[in-house]
């Protein structure tokens, strides 16, 4: 199994900045991509943003589009987010998902999946 570990979150004024960070350990892929998706208490799982780490081909949802940033070391098989200009409606539990492909990732079907980190933003 590969294992995937978040952390970074926490609490923070509307306004500002944290960054997220997830892990990857156990297998190894020739390629993938990871990505993350957060949720909200009554809400459905959501794409956040993924980078595909063989090209750093990036997407976002366009909720956070200009405001949060994924990227990727490779050495280190680790992605960040990095969350900018946070709102309210950015609270939620951040989840890191992998995948050797983009397109499981982004439609939520990664094989790969992290326990959570929570974000919160204050008002």
């Known amino acids: 199994q590969v294992q995937l570990v978040e952390s970074g979150g926490g609490l923070v004024q509307a306004g500002g900045s944290l960054r997220l960070s997830c892990a990857a350990s156990?297998?190894?892929?020739?390629?993938?991509?990871m990505g993350w998706f957060r949720q909200a208490p009554g809400k459905e799982r959501e794409f956040v943003a993924s980078i595909t780490f063989s090209d750093g081909s990036t997407r976002y949802a366009d909720s956070v589009k200009g405001r949060f940033t994924i990227s990727r070391d490779n050495a280190k098989i680790t992605v960040y987010l990095e969350m900018n200009s946070l709102k309210p409606e950015d609270t939620a539990v951040y989840y890191c998902?992998?995948?050797?492909?983009?397109?499981?990732?982004?439609?939520?079907?990664?094989?790969?999946w992290g326990q959570g980190t929570q974000v919160t933003v204050s008002s």
């Open positions: 998902a992998a995948d050797r492909f983009w397109t499981t990732v982004v439609g939520g079907r990664g094989n790969y």
């Open positions: 156990g297998r190894t892929f020739s390629s993938y991509t």
